[in-house]
Nanobody
């Protein structure tokens, strides 16, 4: 069982930056981590993900070059550095975990077993 707690959301002007953090309980290094976001009336969408061991990262086209996912296994924490923020980045951001022992699609919400409660990011124009 893994519990995930996000923090770092807030209100920022367009062009600004935020760094989201997600602290996990359990054996963090056994999990592949992902970030997703959701706005009212829309499905939760993939933002970024990593692999558990080789540093490979994946990004949605809409955030590529602006967002960076990283992790600190010693601190059981995954980060999402968000730069050059745009109003369309406004959403509730969720971190999620899926086991390294299972196959799955890094971009698919259904393949993640554990979710945080979400943190609101609002980008003003």
């Amino acid at each position: 069982q893994v519990q995930l707690v996000e923090s770092g959301g807030g209100l920022v002007q367009a062009g600004g930056s935020l760094r989201l953090s997600c602290v996990a309980s359990g054996t963090f290094s056994n999990y592949r981590m992902g970030w997703f976001r959701q706005t009212p009336g829309k499905e939760r969408e993939f933002v970024a993900a990593d692999s558990w061991n080789d540093g490979t990262t994946y990004y949605a086209d809409s955030v590529k070059g602006r967002f960076t996912i990283s992790r600190d296994n010693a601190k059981n924490t995954v980060f999402l550095q968000m730069n050059s923020l745009k109003p369309e980045d406004t959403a509730v951001y969720y971190c999620a975990a899926r086991s390294r022992y299972t196959s799955g699609r890094y971009y698919y919400t259904g393949d993640y077993s554990y979710w945080g409660q979400g943190t609101q990011v609002t980008v003003s124009s």
